[in-house]
C-alpha cells in the first residue's frame, strides 16, 4: 500500500494502555497494537475494489456514502446511507453522515474547496470497523483512520475509548488527511508528518468552532474528549492550546507526552518520527495566534494556515511552515498590518 494509514489514536497510547493493570484494558491495547485489524481492512479494500481512489460524485458537489462494515475488517462493507437519503437507526451512521457533511461544508463555505480535491469527491465512511478473534468474539476497534480512498471508525472498547464518530473534530481531522493528499502532501514521517498531523488537528478544531460559532477565546482547543470514556484524569487525545496535559496520570493511559516547545521535541524513531508526538508544537503556535488575534479562529488564522497548507511541499519542516505563515499573513492588504508580528511571536514562543 502507498500510502500509510492515518490513524487519530498514536502508537503510543497504545503502548501505555498496554502496560495497564487493567486486564481488559491491557488485552484490548495489545490486539489494537498490532493495528491487525486496520492493516487487514486497508488490504482486502485494496484487493477488493483495486480502482476506487478518489471516487467523483455524481453532480460534483456534496456527496456522502456510508457503509456498515458490520463489525469485520473488510472495507467498506454493506452501503447503508447515500445523500440525501433519510436517517437511519444506527446513531454511528448518522454521525458519520452529519459530521463529513460538516467538514464538506467548512471546506466549501470558508475556503471555496469542493470536498478533499477541490472537485467534489466523494466521502466514503464505513463505521463498526472491527474483527473477530480467535474464539470469535468481537474485537472493536479503538481507532479512526483514513486509508487514502476513505474514513473507518471504530466503536472503541467501551472502557476507555467510545465510538470514534462521536466526535466532529475526529472527522474533520481524518478528512483533513484527505485534503492534505491532494494539496502539500507532506510526508508522513519525522517534522514533515508532525506537520501533516498538525494541520489535520487545525482544521478539526476548526471545523467544530466553525460549526458551534465559537470565537477562540470561548472554543476548546481540545481534540476527541467524545470518544474518550469520562474520568477526571482525561480530557482529550491532545490539547492544541497546552500540548502534554489532555491526560495527566491517569491510571490506563499515563500522562500525555507532547512537547510544547522546540526544547522538548521528540527524535524517537517511533510513531513514525514522533508525528503525533512533535504536532504540539506547531498545534501551540496556531493556538496562541488564533487567540492573540481574537474573534473567529478559521477566518484569519485558519486562512493563513489555509494557504500555509496549498504552499507547503512534501518534505517541508517546523521552520519552513514558520517562515511561510509569517510570509502569507505579512500581506497586509488582506490581514491588516498587525497580524504578521502575532504569528512571528506565536512561533517563537515555542522555540521557532
Ligand atoms: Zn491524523
Known amino acids: 500500500m502507498r500510502h500509510p494509514i492515518q490513524c487519530i489514536i498514536p502508537p503510543y497510547m497504545l503502548e501505555r494502555l498496554a502496560r495497564s ?18 492493516v487487514r481492512a486497508v488490504r482486502a479494500f485494496a484487493q477488493r475494489v483495486p480502482g476506487m481512489m478518489a471516487v467523483p460524485s455524481p453532480a460534483a458537489s456534496k456527496n456522502r456514502l456510508i457503509y456498515d462494515a458490520r463489525k469485520k475488517d473488510r472495507l467498506p462493507g454493506k452501503l447503508v446511507r447515500s445523500e440525501g437519503e433519510k436517517k437511519s437507526a444506527d446513531v454511528a451512521v448518522n454521525e458519520a453522515y452529519d459530521f463529513s457533511g460538516d467538514t464538506y461544508d467548512f471546506y466549501r463555505e470558508v475556503f ?22 480467535g474464539s470469535g468474539k468481537y474485537q472493536p476497534m479503538d481507532n479512526a483512520f483514513w486509508d487514502g480512498g476513505q474514513m473507518a471508525y471504530g466503536d472503541g472498547d467501551g472502557q476507555i475509548f467510545q465510538r470514534f464518530t462521536r466526535s466532529l473534530d475526529v472527522v474533520a481531522h481524518e478528512l483533513t488527511h484527505g485534503v492534505q493528499s491532494f494539496t502539500s502532501n507532506l510526508e508522513y ?26 470565537t477562540a477565546e470561548k472554543a476548546s482547543w481540545l481534540i476527541g474528549s467524545e470518544v474518550l470514556v469520562a474520568a477526571p484524569t482525561r480530557r482529550g487525545i491532545r490539547d492544541m492550546e497546552n500540548p502534554g496535559t489532555a491526560y495527566e496520570n491517569d491510571p490506563d493511559l499515563g500522562t500525555d507526552p507532547q512537547p510544547s516547545h522546540m526544547k522538548h521535541i521528540s527524535t524517537s524513531g517511533a510513531d513514525h518520527g514522533g508525528v503525533h508526538l512533535n504536532s504540539g508544537i506547531p498545534n501551540r503556535a496556531f493556538a496562541l495566534t488564533a487567540k492573540a488575534l481574537g474573534g473567529n479562529a478559521w477566518e484569519t488564522a485558519g486562512r493563513i494556515w489555509f494557504d500555509a497548507m496549498l504552499q507547503l511541499s512534501r518534505h517541508s519542516e517546523f521552520k519552513d511552515m514558520a517562515s511561510i505563515t509569517v510570509q502569507i499573513a505579512g500581506d497586509s492588504t488582506r490581514f491588516g498590518k498587525d497580524v504578521k508580528k502575532v504569528v512571528q511571536e506565536s512561533w517563537k514562543k515555542v522555540g521557532l
Open 189 to 214: 514521517r519525522g517534522q514533515s508528518g508532525a506537520l501533516n498531523e498538525h494541520f489535520s488537528d487545525v482544521f478539526g478544531v476548526l471545523v467544530r468552532q466553525w460549526r458551534r460559532g465559537e
Open 112 to 133: 471555496g474547496r469542493n470536498s478533499l480535491d477541490d472537485a467534489g469527491m466523494t466521502l466514503i465512511s464505513s463505521v463498526h470497523v472491527g474483527e473477530s478473534d
Open 21 to 38: 493493570a487493567n486486564v481488559k484494558v491491557r488485552d484490548q491495547a495489545i490486539a489494537g497494537l498490532s493495528q491487525a485489524a486496520a
